[in-house]
Nanobody, 122 residues
Framework: VQLVESGGGLVQPGGSLRLSCKAS????????IGWFRQAPGKEREGVSC????????YYADSVKGRFTISRDNAMNTMYLQMDSLKREDSAVYYC????????????????WGKGTLVTVSS
């Protein structure tokens, strides 16, 4: 199983980025998907997760209304659209899959990508 993130980079405050996470070795349409992030000196935190059907989608309060999680099962890829980015969104972003959608329990995720760095700065 492999999850590979892409799409990170440097963006100005107020800008947008779309992160992608290509999965191989597992059918993404059978798994909960999630995005987590970790800023320097801080603990890893949940950003968003979606159940298999997409019937339940959760966002951290800090990103509600600005970030959107999605998946393309045909491409076996998940996405995180990030708009109106703020400096405090700077972090390494990780995609993950599992069977439990719980932003407060990243240990519930089974598989992780290696992360992609997002830096929001002018």
């Amino acid at each position: 199983v492999q999850l590979v993130e892409s799409g990170g980079g440097l963006v100005q405050p107020g800008g947008s980025l779309r992160l992608s996470c290509k999965a191989s070795g597992l059918p993404l349409d059978s798994y909960t998907i999630g995005w987590f992030r970790q800023a320097p000196g801080k603990e890893r935190e949940g950003v968003s997760c979606s159940t298999v059907s997409g019937a339940f989608i959760y966002y951290a309060d800090s990103v509600k209304g600005r970030f959107t999680i999605s998946r393309d099962n045909a491409m076996n890829t998940m996405y995180l659209q990030m708009d109106s980015l703020k400096r405090e969104d700077s972090a390494v972003y990780y995609c993950a899959t599992g069977h439990v959608c719980d932003l407060d329990n990243y240990g519930a995720m089974s598989y992780w990508g290696k992360g992609t760095l997002v830096t929001v700065s002018s």
